[in-house]
């Protein structure tokens, strides 16, 4: 029996996965119609009871991880940085490479216009939003700084909003409208959860309310879907309607959770999302999609290099002559991702984030920065050695279990009440990957 057989038979003894869905997570062949993916999908989203079943199938999730060629270096936990490609998605870029490389202006002369169309497209259906909503960017960097950069609606004395757990550059970007534009800015600080009160999404809508009573000029408020530092998810669609219900708009960074978390752009409510696609969809570097609420385009301004005049969305950023290999890659990262899905993925990393959480949680010596809420983390989720804050100190931590056991993580510099080290999981991780993290742990906290 072949490998690919053995998993549809054992997809099938559980009963977790359609038939049609067994087959295209495990042999991953990219050769079924449109319609059957589509359909399989489907039915991977709407089981869900079955996902945590599927979260922890190891021989599909072996077969998964046989698709992505990784370093055997180090055992990584740090895939929050970008997401590395699967094979055939690499296979893909590289030839996307070679062909531009070789058409040249030939192609982009007369071809790159309708090429990127039908990429559009299919990012448009992927994000489940309209097409003249979005345009294709190099990251959520530049996606959010022209966003932020470019809202046009403030004035000066206004107030906007950011908080500590956003990314910095885009905090900074937050600050820089202080000299632009004139306005007072806020920085809220997140409460942490602690060993005895894990966060509740409550508290956080309360932390947001709180914080926008106390400042009633707020016109402008970022938030961070998945934030890069502790992994916290907060509840963005309540956290909006309480914003848009004051008159504020907002910004969203949504870098991490568009493929990691299941979830609908449109339902948050956001006027404007930034997005990358080369995190957790698995997409070449340089792939990001800015969105904006069709009635709130013109809040933007057009980019500087544009024309002013302009009432598209592609007006509102230009990236000049970028890497069309990269975007012209982005369908078949699409489909990959697609034929394991969304949920899926978020339901593994999340399994694979329980297997070292769950071991190390409440040991004296340690606190874990994000609460077991399924609604509150997926795969991404930070530590801090009580009383250890420094980013020095942190960096020792990060080096000690790299060097000494053979475990990559990353330090944190981000959250008010100080440094933390951050643990990433991908699809190519296995249960043996936390294991090995755990007894790092166990050992490092039994000579503090
Ligand atoms: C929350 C968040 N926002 C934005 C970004 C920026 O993404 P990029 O560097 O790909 O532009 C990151 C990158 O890690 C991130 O974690």
């Not at 942490?192 to 009160?197: D, I, L, M, V």
């Not at 309540?238 to 991490?256: C, E, F, T, Y």
């Not at 874990?368 to 020095?392: E, H, K, N, Y």
Request: include cysteine; charged fraction near 25%.
């Amino acid at each position: 029996m072949t490998n690919d057989s053995k998993i549809n038979r054992s997809l099938s003894r559980r009963n977790f996965l359609s038939q049609s869905a067994a087959a295209s997570v495990a042999s991953l062949t990219f050769a079924e119609s449109a319609k059957a993916k589509n359909r399989a999908n489907q039915t991977i989203v709407r089981l869900e009871r079955s996902l945590e079943d599927s979260a922890r199938t190891e021989s599909v999730w072996q077969h998964i991880a046989s698709q992505y060629d990784v370093t055997d270096q180090i055992t990584n936990l740090e895939n929050g940085y970008w997401g590395i490609m699967a094979r055939p998605v690499l296979d893909e870029y590289k030839q996307q490479t070679e062909w531009v490389n070789n058409n040249n202006t030939y192609f982009a002369r007369r071809e790159l216009g309708n090429t990127f169309d039908a990429i559009r497209e299919k990012v448009a259906a992927f994000l489940n939003v309209s097409v003249d909503e979005i345009e294709l960017t190099r990251g959520a960097t530049e996606t959010l700084q022209a966003l932020i950069g470019g809202y046009n609606k403030l004035n000066a004395g206004d107030t906007v909003m950011y908080a500590d757990l956003d990314y910095s550059e885009m905090k900074n970007a937050m600050r820089w409208l202080e000299d632009r534009r004139s306005v007072n800015v806020i920085k809220i600080n997140f409460p942490e959860p602690t060993k005895s009160e894990p966060l509740t999404e409550d508290q956080i809508v309360d932390f947001y309310e709180r914080s926008l009573n106390a400042n009633p000029g707020t016109k402008l408020l970022l938030l961070t879907h998945l934030n890069n530092w502790t992994g916290l998810i907060i509840p963005v669609a309540k956290i909006s309607a309480m914003a848009k219900a004051r008159g504020v708009d907002v910004i969203l960074d949504a870098a991490h959770s568009v493929g990691q978390v299941d979830f609908d752009i449109k339902s948050l409510g956001c006027n404007f999302v930034g997005v990358n696609l080369h995190k957790w969809v698995g997409a070449p570097i340089g792939c990001g999609v800015i969105y904006i609420q069709k009635d709130h385009i013109s809040d933007i301004d057009t980019y500087m290099g544009k024309s002013p005049d302009s009432k598209s969305i592609s007006a509102r950023i230009d990236t000049g002559t970028w890497n069309f290999a990269a975007h012209m890659t982005i369908p078949k990262a699409l489909e990959f991702h697609n034929l394991i899905g969304t949920a899926q993925k978020e339901a593994r990393v999340r399994y694979l984030r329980s297997l070292w959480v769950n071991e190390i949680r409440g040991k004296k010596g340690i606190t874990i920065l994000t609460p077991d809420d399924p609604q509150m983390v997926a795969g991404l989720t930070s530590f801090r050695i009580d009383g250890v804050t420094s980013t020095q100190a942190n960096n020792a931590l990060m080096r000690k279990l790299a060097d000494e056991y053979g475990v990559l993580t990353t330090r944190r510099t981000g959250p008010h009440a100080g440094d933390c080290i951050r643990v990433t999981p991908s699809f190519y991780n296995t249960p043996k990957d936390m294991r090995k993290l755990v007894a790092a742990l166990n050992s490092i906290l039994a000579d503090i």
